[in-house]
């Protein structure tokens, strides 16, 4: 199996590469590359090989921005110290996400859906013949959910709920009627189980609803401001890196 790595930083990249060749020593690594332009010319002078590891933060840019210039339909393990750009990762012919310092074990779960996948689909894993062999948004998204008030259970349908918002380690849910409830989810969690085109991660504290923006403004150095309704006494801020999914989720 012919492996390319997209990574900037050395320590990560000799991690990685210790692993694969613990796990398999079978597995080429024809490349490594550390930046956004020099992996975009080296798509489009090269064969792409069966599989891609990438980190998403590098030292020109997003790593998304390399699959937004270049069709790639080989599948792709996003490799990252950082948990916000999970959805978007699934975007682009991710088939796994996994968090610095990589596990051995997680890696080895990693290659094995990757095996699992080239098993089913034979050959080499296309991503763009699997994407056709997959009913796309059929995946049944949460419509309500359970909160625990007291001694009693209180059902809240996903369309009342304004925001979900965590604080101290607790996610508290809110609904556009001004009530607030506590849930046993991670935010992390919660992103797999809600539609992405009616919620968005908008940090690593808030994941918003559609229908509860009242505003947007322009912060400074790239970012947004979010207004929310009901009203928050706090800030709800998008980074100047997730200002530009953000914008399109909204229709721009």
Not at 82 to 106: C, G, H, T, W
Not at 170 to 197: C, F, I, K, S, W
């Amino acid at each position: 199996m012919k492996v390319l790595i997209i990574e900037d930083e050395a320590p990560a990249f000799r991690r990685l590469q210790k692993l694969l060749e613990e796990i398999n020593p079978d597995i080429e690594i024809v490349e490594v590359l550390d930046s956004v332009e020099e992996s975009v010319k080296w798509f489009n002078n090269h064969h792409i090989p069966d599989l891609i590891f990438s980190d998403i933060q590098l030292s020109d840019g997003i790593s998304f921005d390399i699959f937004d210039r270049v069709p790639i339909t080989r599948p792709v393990i996003f490799t990252t110290a950082f948990d916000e750009y999970m959805l978007k990762a699934f975007r682009v012919n991710s088939i796994d996400y996994l968090l610095k310092p990589i596990k051995k074990e997680d890696l080895e779960k990693s290659l094995l859906k990757y095996q699992q996948m080239k098993r089913v689909f034979g050959g080499g894993v296309d991503m763009s013949e699997l994407l056709k062999n997959v009913k796309l948004g059929g995946q049944d998204y949460k419509i309500r959910f359970l909160a625990k008030v007291g001694d009693k259970l209180v059902s809240v349908e996903t369309e009342d709920v304004a925001y979900f918002q965590t604080r101290h380690g607790v996610v508290h849910m809110a609904t556009t009627q001004g009530r607030t409830y506590l849930l046993d989810q991670a935010l992390d969690e919660l992103m797999t189980q809600l539609d992405p085109n009616k919620f968005f991660r908008a940090n690593r504290q808030f994941i918003v609803q559609f229908r509860s923006i009242s505003a947007v403004h322009r912060y400074h150095k790239g970012k947004l401001l979010i207004e929310l309704n009901p009203k928050l006494e706090e800030d709800v801020v998008v980074s100047a890196e997730k200002a530009s999914d953000f914008r399109k989720w909204l229709g721009d």
